[in-house]
């Protein structure tokens, strides 16, 4: 059966600091991965996806990119952190673009 | 207007009761439709897809009117496990659209 790790669970990080969350599949081959951030109360908003290595799509301008490095494989990273960066950021998968997706334990990110 | 459209809530319901969430959809294209539940800080899990014939799982009814382009979660005999949060989910083309959820919140 196919899982999805995220990791770190929880980061507590400065303004102005540095940022890179990873995302594993397990199970499954050249899946379709997504980032999304969640801000407190609000919904879902996609960041970046992927049908491929290093096939990167971003959805919303803003100072956060993302990689591919392996085909189960997605980072996401920030060069410098804004406090508008605080949320709670989820990784998901799905075996075809449009098609069911399956979500990480998700990271927990807050910015002083 | 947001593609995907629900009452926020939260609807409080004693156990047992019945309970439906409504959720609209704004481009017509939309060819798959989900239901997702998400418990406290958590992340979403999937509930059921919605069909157009509609369907059922367990104490869950989904339905879709295309032509009204609403979708709608019917949950019978709520337990107090139900309570969470139930995300309206359409795919518009090759991506995801999540509405902002409908709280649950089921009493003793």
């Known amino acids: 059966s196919q899982t999805i790790h995220q990791w770190p669970a929880t980061l507590v990080q400065p303004v102005g600091s540095p940022l890179s969350l990873e995302c594993t599949v397990e199970?499954?081959?050249?899946?379709?991965l997504y980032w999304y951030r969640q801000a407190a109360g609000r919904g879902l908003q996609l960041l970046f996806y992927?049908?491929?290595?290093?096939?990167i799509s971003s959805e919303v301008p803003q100072n956060l990119s993302a990689s591919r490095p392996q085909d189960r494989q997605f980072i996401l990273s920030s060069k410098k952190l804004l406090l508008s960066d605080s949320g709670f950021y989820l990784c998901?998968?799905?075996?075809?673009?449009?098609?069911?997706?399956?979500f990480g334990p998700g990271t927990r990110l807050t910015v002083l | 207007r947001k593609e995907v459209e629900q009452d926020p809530g939260p609807f409080n319901v004693p156990e047992g009761a019945t309970v439906a969430f409504n959720c609209t959809y704004s481009?017509?294209?939309?060819?798959?439709f989900f239901w997702y539940r998400q418990d406290c800080r958590k992340e979403p899990k999937l509930l059921m897809s919605?069909?157009?014939s509609g369907n059922e799982d367990g104490r869950f009814t989904a339905q879709l009117n295309r032509a009204s382009q609403y979708i709608s979660l019917l949950i019978r005999d709520s337990k107090l496990s139900d309570s969470a949060t139930y995300l309206c989910?359409?795919?518009?083309?090759?991506?995801?659209?999540f509405g902002a959820g409908t709280i649950l919140r089921v009493k003793s």
């Open positions: 998901a998968w799905s075996a075809l673009a449009g098609y069911t997706q399956y």
């Open positions: 199970g499954t081959s050249n899946p379709n």
């Open positions: 992927s049908v491929g290595i290093g096939q």
């Open positions: 481009n017509s294209a939309s060819q798959s």
């Open positions: 919605v069909y157009s």
């Open positions: 989910v359409v795919a518009p083309g090759n991506k995801l659209v």
